[in-house]
C-alpha cells in the first residue's frame, strides 16, 4: 500500500456495529452491521477480548478475507 492509500486508511477508519456475549472468561463479538470499510474494502466481521495477566486483554479480531489481527490492553485504573 503506497504512503497516499496509507494515509486515507488512517483518516477513515473501519466502522462496525457488534453484539458480544460471554464466552467462559471471554467476551466474544459478532458483526451486526457494518458502517464503513477501509480503503481495501476490509471490515471487522469478529472480535474476542480475553482477560490474562494483571489487569491485561488480548483483543483478536477477524477482518473477513483480509488479515486481521490482534492486540494487548491494559485495564485503565480511576
Request: aromatic share 6%; charged share 25%; glycine share 12%.
Amino acid at each position: 500500500m503506497n504512503a497516499k492509500a496509507l494515509t486515507l486508511d488512517k483518516m477513515d477508519p473501519e466502522a462496525s456495529i457488534m453484539i458480544g456475549a460471554i464466552d467462559g472468561e471471554s467476551i466474544n463479538f459478532r458483526l451486526d452491521k457494518t458502517v464503513v470499510t477501509d480503503t481495501a474494502g476490509c471490515g471487522p466481521t469478529g472480535l474476542i477480548i480475553t482477560p490474562f495477566g494483571n489487569d491485561l486483554f488480548a483483543a483478536e479480531w477477524k477482518d473477513g478475507a483480509c488479515a486481521g489481527g490482534h492486540l494487548i490492553l491494559r485495564r485503565a485504573r480511576a
